[in-house]
């Protein structure tokens, strides 16, 4: 585990981003061929916005979408697809998208996303952390144990706020109760794990995330035992930790 800290998150995403781009591009020069995971949401703006504009052949590069809400229209402002098209796929030659579909034949989509990835390992997964301390969707307590690549959940409270609280949806009642996630055990499969997490309101995630025992009460506790991550911060989302590192 590494944790890096930066001033802003605009310095935070460049970082991040100039870490793939590096990492995809070894990938690619040794085995012709990278496959990535990407996060939404708010605290993925700069990264993504600095991401796209890497030097890489992009047409080398596979993307798996990592969730989404069960039943929201891709047309929808909050839906995950919408933002990864409108942010990403769309900015990109991708050899190809794989995206998370809510909608129609659930089981049927969970079951063929699912067969897609084990295709072939992860180079890299970029996970955020929610304010309830989730990876994904999986809000706690999270399943540590199922090794499904993708599973339905029922999202918290607090999850629903955090996505009233970014602006995605106008109030807690009109975000939906379940979503399509990729789960524990699939996340910590990927060779690589980049998690940009700026922002005051990530302060206290970050916080259990670091000084807690891995637990699934926080769910984020568990990329501590991944051998390859890294936690970019910005000073607003490290400033709860006794010694953020520089």
């Known amino acids: 585990m590494e944790v890096k800290v930066y001033d802003t998150p605009a310095e935070l995403g460049k970082a991040a981003a100039d870490q793939a781009a590096e990492i995809l591009g070894k990938v690619i020069a040794g085995k012709g061929h990278a496959r990535i995971v990407l996060?939404?949401?708010?605290?993925?703006?700069?990264?993504?916005?600095?991401?796209?504009?890497?030097?890489?052949?992009?047409?080398?590069?596979?993307?798996?979408?990592?969730?989404?809400?069960v039943g929201l229209p891709e047309s929808h402002p909050a839906s995950f697809r919408k933002y990864l098209q409108e942010r990403f796929v769309s900015r990109v030659p991708l050899e190809r998208a794989h995206f998370v579909n809510g909608e129609g034949d659930v089981a049927g989509h969970i079951?063929?996303?699912?067969?897609?990835?084990?295709k072939g390992p992860i180079d890299l997964a970029l996970i955020g952390i929610g304010e309830n301390g989730h990876i994904a969707f999986?809000?706690?307590?999270?399943?540590?144990?199922?090794?499904?690549?993708?599973i339905v959940v029922d999202l918290d409270e607090d999850c629903k706020k955090q996505q009233v609280g970014e602006g995605w949806f106008p109030a807690v009642n009109d975000v939906p109760a379940q979503a399509i996630t990729m789960t524990v055990h699939q996340i910590l499969q990927s060779r690589t794990i980049i998690s940009c997490v700026p922002h005051a309101v990530k302060a206290n995630a970050v916080k259990n995330t670091l000084e807690?025992?891995?637990?699934?009460?926080?769910p984020a506790t568990i990329l501590k035992s991944h051998p390859d991550w890294t936690l970019y911060l910005d000073i607003h989302s490290a400033s709860l930790l006794a010694d953020p590192a520089r």
């Open 39 to 69: 996060s939404t949401g708010a605290s993925q703006f700069e990264f993504l916005e600095a991401f796209v504009k890497a030097e890489l052949d992009w047409s080398k590069v596979e993307m798996f979408h990592l969730d989404e809400y």
């Open 111 to 118: 079951r063929r996303l699912g067969e897609e990835i084990r």
């Open 138 to 150: 999986n809000d706690p307590p999270a399943d540590f144990a199922t090794r499904e690549a993708y």
């Open 212 to 218: 807690h025992e891995i637990t699934n009460r926080i």
